[in-house]
């Protein structure tokens, strides 16, 4: 299979998804969403706009706007889907249009580099440390060249979430680009990362370094295998979000194939649906156990303490009720241990390996040292030590037997 930073996404954003998409390939229309759609159509336009800049050409406002007009309007079709209620597609169309115009107005007359690919493929061979092949596919929206050895690789985004600086170092897709196009042209010394968030018009640029570049070529061949594992396996699991009411696979998913089934029903079978009435009988009984326990968990405390009480008072680990019922009461002291990074915590774990009791503890915590201390694998005198350190609680246990 050939991968691309959106498979490897949707992968990541949902298994399922990415097995129907792919791998099983149900016979069902898949819905385009119109943010796809005005994202496409601004790509165009913007395509143009460029394009025609490399033949001298210099576009005016309305000779682009009259482009995606056109280009919307032809493309248009009762196939794309609108999620969001109370928005037309008049709304998206006219939100494309702002896009354009505001970023016309900032970059205008263009003359910012010169640009040397537009909607350019990118193939990119990523080696494994046994040089086993991984082959990805991309697009890079515009790639400018501001001198011989710096480029730049442009993005448009006409989403409405603007990134953080924190979120676009962690994006990986132009990173990506940035090995291909590092490959492509050897003189290049340095690529910029330029994304075009169109909805605010804000501008926001990276650079990646060689060793991190490196690194990441790493984690993408991690991803990789592990869609190829769940390939092998057929283990892929449903993850559920806010993208699900944007997959052209929501009724079909376990998730929610259910839900739109219970649509399709007249609105008087609703309420006799088997698995509605199982779910409203389901969440009537835990409320009435949480009203219980409530009122009972209080009183049954109090009893317990009475019993320890009791049982401390008369020096009885076993107390007997009616026809031979009892309880066993016991009660085990717990160590705290002090915290990570503190100096007492650095004496403490030293102490274990000094007296050669690391290995034994296994994972320092406060049930694994109580543990060693109850089994006697912590000596007396290596404890004296330790209690210097660490503090005592006490917590009790109650194992009731019946003779019933």
Known sequence: MRYSHSRIELYKNCPKAFSYKYIEKPKIEEKKGIEAFLGSMVHKALEKLYTDLRFSRLDTLDDILDYYTSEWDSNFDLTIEIVREGYSKENYKEMGKRFITDYYKKYYPFDQGKTIGLEMEINLRLLDESSNPYDLLGYIDRLTMVSEDFFEIHDYKTNSHTKTQEEIEKDWQLALYTIAVKRMYPSVKKVELVWHFLDSGLEMRTTKSDKELELLGREVIASIKQIERSIKT??????????????????????????????????????????????????????????LSDTIDPELE????????????????????????????KEYINYILPEKGTRERV????????????????EVNSFLFSKAVSERVIDAETLMLLEKLISKSKTPRFYPSSKK
């Not at 007249?266 to 509605?276: A, D, H, S, T």
């Not at 317990?304 to 009461?329: C, M, P, Q, T």
């Not at 390996?353 to 034994?360: A, E, G, I, R, V």
């Open 347 to 362: 004496v403490f774990e030293k102490i274990l390996k000094d007296n050669k009791l690391w290995d034994s503890v296994a």
């Open 234 to 291: 057929g283990d892929f699991p449903t993850k559920e979000s806010s993208l699900c009411n944007w997959c052209s696979f929501k009724e079909i998913c376990p998730l929610k194939s259910h839900l739109f089934m219970l649509k399709k029903l007249p609105e008087n079978e609703y309420l006799n649906e088997e698995g509605v009435r199982l779910v409203q009988r389901y969440l009537e009984l835990t409320k009435q156990k949480k009203e």
């Open 302 to 329: 109090k009893v317990k303490l009475a019993l320890l009480n009791y049982a401390k008072l008369h020096n009885s680990e076993r107390v007997y009720g009616s026809f031979g019922d009892s309880i066993l009461v």
